[in-house]
């Protein structure tokens, strides 16, 4: 009987970038990948550890593999990713059932190392963060019309808060050629979206090339036919040029979206936290954004409660948001993340106070977002059907103002059978809490 290998995939789209490319190895070498991994006979958590709420989430999942393990339901069990990088002493001390942990730079070994603990070997690899794999086979994880293209791994803003810089290495671009020819071999897997991640997406290319080099990437994918939409995840502000703009404007492929990851608008807080910038800037280049780019959807994570938060520089966060009215946007209380700088800050705040002034945001963003879902209604937008509802007897999918997994949906009804996949323009009738409902009334538009 062949070994069967299921993968779990937590965190980001980068690391399930990851995922993908372990699991093409593990297929190359002759394992069977199960769809269901708790019917599998090796278990790989390929792990998030960026924040308290991952961290926690990573562990639940690894206790719940662990019973299996225990149950005789699967014979062994493997962590990689980010958790696994992060405490990889901790791991091998407290999480004995847990047969090989494996850091990121080892991540092209994965079909050796689950052969040794086939042979009942314990493993601890981590081989030099550098050695990711930054290109090679995947197996897609996603719907089959989207996929992610990880262009760069690695940060290097060290922004005192995150401790991504230590886990996952210095920032490293991946050659423009490599990325056009994945690209190109995803739109011919059937990849409508192409969604562009990094962990600093607009830093492309300086490493390579001596400049930003973003722009042009997005002009070259939108040249790659197959592609419907083009989405770019996470543009550091103080690094979006008139250049970049100008393409997003002018090139119908890419769709009309930034994620800004701003965190803060007062300076004080943003010099903390090492990010450039104050409210006034931040402000300018919002409408600087939103007059060169029409109807642009922007989306951005704020921190609430970092080290020394005063109740008026929280206040000034709240009127900030209030003010700009982004289109999405998620704030998270800060965690305090050991090995960074922000965890030794005097001033820390207490869960609950962090948790309510993050709760006073997201609240506030909600009303934003129920207003402007609210004057969409009566237009039509543009869809790509992700599935159907059996329970609300109607299809579901995602406008271009909506990133997978991340944003919202929209709930529409159809006179025929749609694909998965399918574009369609809906006409936006209702709101249902943050989500849109409307009908289709172009199953097959230009």
Partial sequence: MPIKIGMVSLGCPK???DAEMMMHRLHEAGYTLSHDPALADVVIINTCG??????QEAIEETMEYITLKKEGRIKKLLLTGCLAERYRTEIREEMPEV???VGIGSNAEIASIVESVLHDKKVCRFG?????????GRILSTLPFYAYLKIAEGCDNRCSYCAIPDIRGRFRSRPMESLLEEAAWLAGQGVKELVVVAQDPTRYGQDLYGEYKLAELLQNLAKIDGF?????LYAYPERITGELLDVIAAEPKI????DLPIQHCDRDILRAMRRPGDRESLENLIAHIRERIPGVTLRTTLIAGFPGETEAQFEELCDFVKTVRFDRLGCFAYSQEEGTPAAEMD??????TKAERARIINEEQMRIMAEKNGEAVGREI???TEGYDRWGECFFGRSGADAPDIDGKVFFTAKNKLAIGQFVKVKVEDTMDLDLIGVVTDEHPE
């Fill in 15 to 17: 690391n399930q970038v």
């Fill in 50 to 55: 960026f924040i308290e709420s991952a961290k």
């Fill in 99 to 101: 047969d090989a942990v």
């Fill in 128 to 136: 030099e963060k550098c050695g990711l794999p930054l290109e090679g």
């Fill in 228 to 232: 419907r939409w083009i989405r770019v």
């Fill in 255 to 258: 769709v009309k979206y930034l």
């Fill in 347 to 352: 001033g820390q705040l207490d869960d609950e």
């Fill in 382 to 384: 543009l869809c790509v």
